[in-house]
Structures are given as C-alpha cells and as structure tokens.
C-alpha cells in the first residue's frame, strides 16, 4: 500500500500532536501531578508513534516509543516529573521536530538516531525500575504488552459467512494442526487513516501467523471502504491472546476482540478435509506483502520534491456559506438572462436595477466569505512562545512569565506566516534586554518573576498585537547617548529629540543597546528587521516606554492584504485612492483658518493642530495658481499621529482589489499599489502611513 | 520552441519584431514578447525613475510601461496613431511595456549573419544592442533584452 498519499495528513496531524505535546509538557512542570495532563501527553505520543510507524518513519516512532514509555511510567506513579525530565523531553520534541522538518522538505526522516536521548531515556526508565535492564527497554519496541487499553464490553466478534473455498481453507489450516481464529477489529473513531490501520494490522498479525479469509476484501480494505470495523480469520500456532495483543499494538485500534473457531464451524467442511487447502486463501496474503513492498519504492520515486503544499485548513461552515453565495450569484445571473431575453429587448430598467443591487449584494458576501476562508487564528504562530520563554527564562537565568491573549485572533494566512519571526524578535527582546536581574526588581519592589505579555485583538480593518513586559523600559537618554556616538545623529539633535523620536531611533538598522552580545538577541539586526517585515506586510510598529516600568510595542496589521475598501478622490486629472482604514474624517477648511507652524501649513480641528499635506505638491502635480475659498481635506491617521490631505474633489467609497506595480518601478514608497476602476482606468494607492 | 528546435538543425535562425524609435530600425527578439497593445491611457506613477511612463491596466493586470527613448537618453516619445506599447514578458520581474514609435514586420535572421563586431560600448545607446542584423539593404540593431531591464538611465 502507498503511504505517500497520507503525508500532508501525517505532516498536519505531527504538527498538531507535537504541539499539544509541547503545550502539556508545559503544563506538567507547573503541576507534575495532572493526571489529565499526563494522560493526554501519552494519548499524543502514542498517536504520534503509530502514525509514524504507519509511514514507515522508523527512527521517529522509535523516539516516541521511548518517550512513551517514560509516560507510561508517570503515569503509573513509578517516576515524579521532575525538571530534569522536562528538560529531557523538550530535547526530544526538538528531534522529533527535527524529524519533521525532513520529513516536510523530502518526505524522509533523515539518518539522524538521535541516540543520546534515546539513552537518556532509557537510563530514565532504568532508574525508575530500579535495577531493570535499560537496554532491553529499548528493544521491546515490537513487544505489544506496554500499552493497557481498557477493554470496552460491547464489542463482540462478528460472525464471518465462509464461501465453500474459504471453509477449504479453515479445515485445511485446522488439519495441518493449528489453530484458526476469528478476529474482528474495532479501529477508532477519528481515526483518518483507517485503510493504513488495517494494512498495518494485518502485518503484524502476519507476524505470528496465516491470514486466511478477511472481512471485508481486503481491496476494499485497501480503498477504505469499511466502517470503524474490519473482521479475518487466522491460523496459527500461537495463542489467541497473542495474536490479539499483536494487532492491539497498532495504534488507534480500539478494540481487537477474538475467538477460537471451534469444531462445530468447521464440522461441515470434515468431508473436505483431505483435500489441499492453498491457492485461493492465499491470494489474500501475498496482496498484502506486495502492497507493503511497493510502498518504500514508491517514496523512492520521489525523493527531492519539497513533500507540502500551504495549505489552509478551513472550516465547513465557511465552505457551507460560500457554497450558498455562489448559488445566490447563479439566480442572480439567471434573473438578469431571463430579464434580457423575456422581454425582447425593451427590458423594464427598474428591475434591470433591481438584479443589479442584489448581484453587487451578493459579490460583497462572497469576497468576505472567501476572505474569510483565508482567515486563520494568529495561535499556529504564538503557540510556540510559551516554550521558547521558557527556555529563555532557563538560558538568562531570569524568572519569567509569559501571559498571551487573544490567540484566537484571525489574520490572513500569508500575514500569519510571516509575523512570527517579528514578534519572536520582540519577545525575545523583552525578556533580555526589558527584564530587569532578580537584585534589581527586588530593590524596585517588582515581583520576582517577570511579566512577558502578548495581546492580540483586532480593531476596526486591523488586528492589533501588543507585546510587552514589566521590566526596565528604554533609556532614552541612554539610545540618544548612543545614536551620537555612533555618528547616527548629532548631539544639537539629540537635545530637541522628543521621547517618541528617540525610541524610533532603536528602530534604525545596525542599532543595537545590548550591552552585551548574547545568544538571544544584541546582534543590532533586531528591531529593524522587525519594523521592515512588519510593514512590508503592510502594518506599523509603535513603542510605549517608561523607564523603570516597561516597554510596549503595538504591531497593527491590516486584516487583509487583498481587497480594501477606500476612498477615490482626485488630484486635477488623475485619481487617487486612500484606504479607508486609515481615514478619520474628511473636512471642508476654509483657506483662512490655515495657519502656520514653523513655516508649515496646519489647521486647527478639534482641540488638535493637524499639519496639512498637499497631494499635488507630494505628487510632482503643478500647483494650482490659486487656492479657492474653501479645501477638501481628508484627515487621515496613523496611531496617535494625524495628517490631512489636501485633495481637488471627492469621488467616493469604493471596495478596491490592490494590486502590486510590480518590481521594475522603485524607490516609490509613496504609492502602495494600484487598483483597476470600473471604466478600466488605473487609479494609484496612496500610502498615507509615509505622509506622516 | 519546438519549431525553433527543428529549424536549428539545419541554419540557426533567430525571429525578431522590427520596431521603429526615432529614425532608427531596432529588432527584439520575439521569445520576449508577450503582446503588442495600441496606445492607450498611460497613468503616471509619482516618483518614479523618469524613464516610466506610468502603468497600464493589460486584461486586469497592472504593467509598468518605459520609454525606451528616454531610457536611451534620447528625446521624449511622440505619440502617434503607429505608436505602439510591446509588452516583453520576462520570468522573473513580470511583464513589461515598452512605447515603441511603429512595428514594422517580423524577420528571421541567420544567426551567423548577425555581426556583432560593430557593439562597443563606446556610445552609451550601443549598451542597449547586442548586434546589428542585415534585412535586405536595411540595418536593424539588435536589442539586448537584459540592458532595458536593467535599472540604468543613459543620459
């Protein structure tokens, strides 16, 4: 049987069990005595074992194995966790990650034994037992008796209708002297590789003796087409509870249940007895081992190729809502055909204009919905955080906490893929340059234990992630004392630098205030790498400081890089668009009440002096001659800070796909993107972030 | 391509579009083209290197248009009725326009008969060919495609 077809499932199912893993192991070393906990990081890693075992990895599923079983003994109270064996099993999810990693770039585990941990764990066990041989354990790989499945009651054998052949082949079986049993197995409800299951039972069944008839064929076997249960007979040698610990040992089995077939099934076939039971039973067999050869040639195949695609995992109710949207969309073109053709040209506009409402009503909540089909929860990036502040808190020797919020917060898929590395950046700043030693938050009357935050929340069209800590906060004098040695500024400047200005100074490339270089972070490619990936993704960063209290950095990004909806306004001839998002309001400034600030035109507008941009001028457009009595200005923002555009005319809302100038023309960080208009003209995208 | 193939076993040819910029006849090689649009609204792009003209709207797509004239430090582009914008189509930067002053024909060249001693760089608009081909009496200089990608100006 070919596994390769199973290795995106196996690829997503590993992520996720690795990461419950990683997320119980958590949990255990703040409370070693959770039996829920030790009993869903065992249920991980044997499910985790047996697909690996299903795919053939066979490296992986020895690791897990012996992870296993340290479980198995925590689980049986023999060993306390302790923070050695953390430690040990973080190393371990590490190698499995490992492990995967190959497995997603060439669909091969790699060579790597990784047999210090596997010692390691070993000695673990050793300990535990006491004077029981360590390396014996690790060989019991095969030896099914480890796993205590609790045997359910309503699970019987099913009785198999034997065809003439197949009763020739019992009582031949039964006259060469061994014993024939009926099987039936009862695999797991959520099991998803059920035809694998099988496969794999019936391999290790083979193992201790002859599969002669199976319910149902085992083509169908193979197709999966079966419900949760599959029956067989076999002969063998051995005893029944033998055979059925064999097949036990395959994970997500949840029941194998069996019985002797007696001599009352195969009275019938006494007659036949004599005759030579071969041929037709053992048609089943050799299907089976063929399949099982072609399986590793297979891979073999294709070895090179990156094994995944991204993908996105969606939700069926969303898949429902769009399915529903697109039948809307075909009655709506239905009505429109039918309103052309009945009347014969001389169509009633009222009703022309009617379909046309509802069909734009409809193309509105398709692209929400396939924009939400794009949707993923920012927690496949953050989920990996509390780990990596771990060993953080381990390698600074600081006590920390990181407290996360809103990881359920949804992102667009491709923003989700590369925040990670920003926001890593920024946690990791925190907790080495934010934190404070222990002696110098006892002396500031701070807890011991420092407080690393992460709230995710979404605002308006854009999702807003803050990350933060209780620690130290940034010197500003310190960073300008800096910046002037470093030639960055000059020290006329640093003196009329405001707060805000300073602390953006961190953001310039090659600054860094690690006084030191450390491991974690100090090599000055932090904080700008961050700001540039986070724009790039179309978003901002912001810090808020205060020194001796802590540090928050605000990363805003936009919902959706796709589609935005934005307000077309004109600058003489051409046309421009302004995403709404980042408007706050449009205004009618009579030119009088424009005044001036070190010889900048501002306006006064509520309580708040906002400077005015004029878009012909940013524009390269010729000025007009002359203002008129009043301006079109339209107030946009950026956090805290505000601007207002001075435009020609306002042409109005409208939902615009973005589309990207391309690479040739550069250097242009004024215009964003373009869009297409509905009479087919191009009207340009302006960024009001780099106005501010 | 495959036809290219088969002519090449007998004499290696090379098609190129012969276009017309200024008084003077350039050929491009066919494999960049993409498509020959008329003249249409060019909407200009703020700030950006002179030499574009702005961008088009080509079935939905945005394409960045260049004069070629100005690129090659020659005068500004004089639109006409025989003005034609020719979209290149290169891996890996996307599609490009180029303003072209008319499209004459289509010619194959013999790769053999193609001289390339006359490409120096002495004159900087001699950058931009990479030989100079023979149709009939006519000389037609051969664009190097590479040199109008590339972020340069020629002044």
């Keep these: ?116 941990i596997i010692k390691e764990l070993n000695d673990f066990i050793a300990r535990a037992n006491g004077n029981k041989d360590a390396s014996a354990l690790a060989k019991t790989q095969s030896a099914a008796d480890t796993e205590p499945e609790s045997v359910s009651v309503g699970k019987r054998v099913r009785k198999i209708e034997l065809s003439d052949s197949e009763k020739k082949e019992v009582s031949g079986a039964r006259a060469e002297g061994k014993k024939v049993y009926s099987i039936t197995v009862y695999i ?147 009505s429109l055909v039918s309103i052309s053709s009945t009347e014969g040209g001389s169509f009633s506009s009222q009703g022309f204009h009617e379909q046309i409402e509802y069909l734009e009503r409809i193309t509105t909540n398709l692209h929400e919905s396939v924009m939400k089909v794009r949707m993923v929860p920012i927690e496949s990036v953050v989920n990996k955080f509390p780990r990596m502040i771990r060993d953080l808190s381990r390698t600074l020797n600081k006590k920390m906490e990181l407290y996360m919020t809103g990881e359920d917060t949804e992102l667009d898929r491709t923003v989700v893929d590369q925040i990670g590395d920003p926001l890593q950046h920024l946690l990791r700043n925190s907790a080495d340059h934010g934190l404070e030693n222990a002696e110098l938050r006892a002396e500031r009357g701070k807890p011991e234990t420092g407080t690393i935050f992460l709230n995710a929340y979404q605002e308006g069209n854009n999702v807003i992630i803050q990350v933060g800590d209780d620690g130290n906060g940034i010197d500003v004098e310190a960073v300008k004392a800096k910046a002037v040695e470093r030639g960055v500024i000059t020290q006329e400047q640093a003196d009329v630098m405001t707060q805000k200005e300073a602390v953006n100074l961190l953001f310039m490339p090659s600054f860094s205030m690690a006084k030191k270089i450390t491991d974690i972070s100090g090599r000055g490619v932090g904080l700008d790498v961050v700001k540039s990936n986070i724009e790039a ?95 079109t200005v339209v107030i946009v923002k950026r956090g805290d800070q505000q601007a207002g555009l001075v435009v020609d005319n306002l042409i109005g809302q409208q939902e615009i796909v973005i589309k990207s100038l391309g690479k040739y023309i550069s250097g242009n960080k004024l215009i964003s993107g373009a869009t297409i208009l509905g009479d087919g003209e191009v009207a340009l995208i302006i960024d009001a972030n780099t106005l501010m | 391509m495959a036809d290219y193939k088969i002519e090449s076993q007998e004499v290696e040819t090379k098609q190129y579009i012969v276009v017309q910029i200024g008084n003077e006849k350039y050929g491009i090689d066919i494999r960049y083209i993409d498509n020959i649009v008329r003249m249409q609204k060019i909407t200009r792009v703020p700030k950006a290197q002179s030499y574009f003209k702005g961008v088009i709207n080509l079935r939905g797509e945005i394409v ?92």
């Design chain 1, 1 to 116: 049987m070919d596994v390769s077809q199973y290795l995106e499932i196996f690829i997503d199912e590993s992520s996720e069990h690795l990461q419950s893993l990683s997320d119980c192991i958590m949990n255990l070393e703040k409370e070693p005595d959770n039996k829920e906990t030790i009993n869903e990081v065992f249920r991980a890693a044997h499910s985790l074992k047996g697909m690996a075992g299903t795919m053939g990895f066979k490296r992986m599923q020895h690791l897990t194995h012996d992870m296993e079983n340290v479980f198995q003994e925590v689980r049986s109270d023999k060993i306390a966790v302790d923070s050695a064996m953390i430690d040990l099993l973080f190393k371990c999810l590490d190698a499995l990650d490992g492990y995967l990693a190959n497995i997603k770039a060439s669909a091969d585990e790699g060579t790597e034994d990784n047999e210090i």
């Design chain 1, 188 to 334: 797991q409800k959520d099991c998803l590789l059920k035809a694998a299951r099988a496969f794999l039972v019936f391999r290790a069944v083979e193992g201790v003796g002859r599969i002669l008839v199976n319910r149902p064929s085992s083509q169908d076997i193979e197709d999966e087409k079966f419900e949760l249960d599959f029956s067989f007979c076999v002969a063998s040698n051995e005893s029944l509870d033998k055979i059925i610990a064999a097949a036990k040992n395959v994970s997500e089995i949840e029941e194998v249940v069996g019985e002797e077939i007696t001599e009352d099934v195969a009275r019938a076939e006494e007659e036949v007895r004599t005759q030579p039971a071969n041929d037709p039973a053992k048609a089943d067999t050799p299907k089976t081992t063929e399949s099982k050869q072609t399986a590793p040639a297979n891979k073999k195949q294709t070895p090179a190729k990156p094994a995944t695609n991204r993908t996105v995992r969606v939700d069926i109710e969303k898949l429902d809502a769009l399915m529903n949207q697109v039948s809307e969309l075909i009655i709506a073109k239905n």
């Design chain 1, 537 to 631: 993704l179309g978003g901002d960063v912001e810090v808020k400081t205060k020194l001796g209290e802590g540090s928050t950095f605000t990363v805003r990004l936009p919902l959706t890089l796709a589609i935005i909806q934005a307000l077309l306004v004109t600058v003489r001839e051409e046309k421009y668009a302004i995403a709404l998002a980042s408007i706050t309001s449009i205004e009618d400034i009579p030119v009088k009440d424009i005044k001036y600030v070190e010889a900048r035109e501002v306006i006064h507008l509520r309580d708040s002096v906002i400077p005015l941009v004029r878009l012909d001028r940013v524009l390269d457009i010729e000025p007009k001659a002359e203002d008129g009595d009043n301006l």
């Design chain 2, 64 to 155: 960045p248009v260049m004069s070629i004239r100005k690129k090659m430090g020659l005068e500004d582009d004089v639109i006409t009725d025989a003005s034609r914008i020719i979209i290149l189509k290169v891996e890996e930067k996307g599609s490009l326009g180029v303003v072209v002053d008319q499209v004459r024909e289509v010619i194959t060249l013999n790769i053999a008969e193609i001289d390339k001693s006359g490409v120096s760089a002495k004159n900087a608009k001699d950058t931009f060919i990479n030989g100079i081909g023979k149709n009939g009496e006519e000389l037609i200089s051969l664009f190097e495609i590479s040199a109008i990608l590339e972020e340069r100006e020629m002044n």
